[in-house]
């Protein structure tokens, strides 16, 4: 049984965790990409496809830690340092996702769609010739932008590749803890 928990473990991890951590890497360049292009559509697009990814396979995520529970169990290794630091790592890491990557590209997701939607305006006015003050599509962007919440800028993507590569690294971090297990009596 220990075998079958901890291939079903190390799978879910594989297919859980690393779309997290590759969409979740991704985002930022992307964000960057869109907000400096308000009217490229496929930059909105792939920021929503890349969004998505990160919600889904965090929630398929909760399996890691329930399967690695049930694998330490019949493993009898519970109490083990380098699982516990494994456990803590695991809940940091996803207190990380949870509450500054996932937010935060939402937030990026909504100044970037505002901003296109700012755009749009401002080439509809444009191109029916009516005279109405909209401002440039720059300054129309970063007002969508504040609306949100947010300013549109490239330090906000910034800060979310920071908080994407914490996550990352407290990641990597487990991954090492789980193949090393420092002081196991189980064997490497």
Same mark, same amino acid.
């Given at each position: ?44 697009? *792939? ?23 049930a694998t ?20 940091i890491a ?26 749009? *305006? *401002? ?20 007002g969508a ?39 196991? *009596?189980?064997?490497?």
């Amino acid at each position: 049984m220990t075998k079958f928990f901890l291939v079903l473990h190390v799978l879910a991890a594989i297919v859980a965790v690393g779309p997290v951590t590759v969409a979740a890497s991704m985002f930022p360049p992307g964000a960057r990409r869109a907000l400096a292009d308000p009217g490229d559509q496929r930059a909105a697009e *792939t920021l929503r496809l890349l969004h998505r990814i990160c919600r889904v396979y965090a929630g398929l995520g909760i399996a890691v830690p329930v399967l690695g529970l049930a694998t330490a169990m019949s493993m009898g290794v519970l109490g083990d340092a380098w699982l516990i630091a494994s456990m803590a790592l695991t809940g940091i890491a996803a207190a990380v996702l949870l509450a500054l990557v996932l937010p935060r590209q939402e937030e990026l997701l909504e100044a970037v769609e505002a901003a296109a939607g700012a755009d749009a *305006t *401002t080439e509809v006015t444009a191109t029916t010739g009516t005279t109405v003050t909209t401002g440039t599509t720059g300054a129309g962007a970063a007002g969508a932008g504040a609306a949100t919440g947010i300013a549109a800028n490239p330090r906000a993507t910034v800060r979310l590749a920071m908080f994407t590569g914490i996550f990352n690294l407290l990641w990597a971090t487990v991954t090492i803890l789980m193949i090393v297990r420092p002081g196991s *009596t189980t064997g490497a």
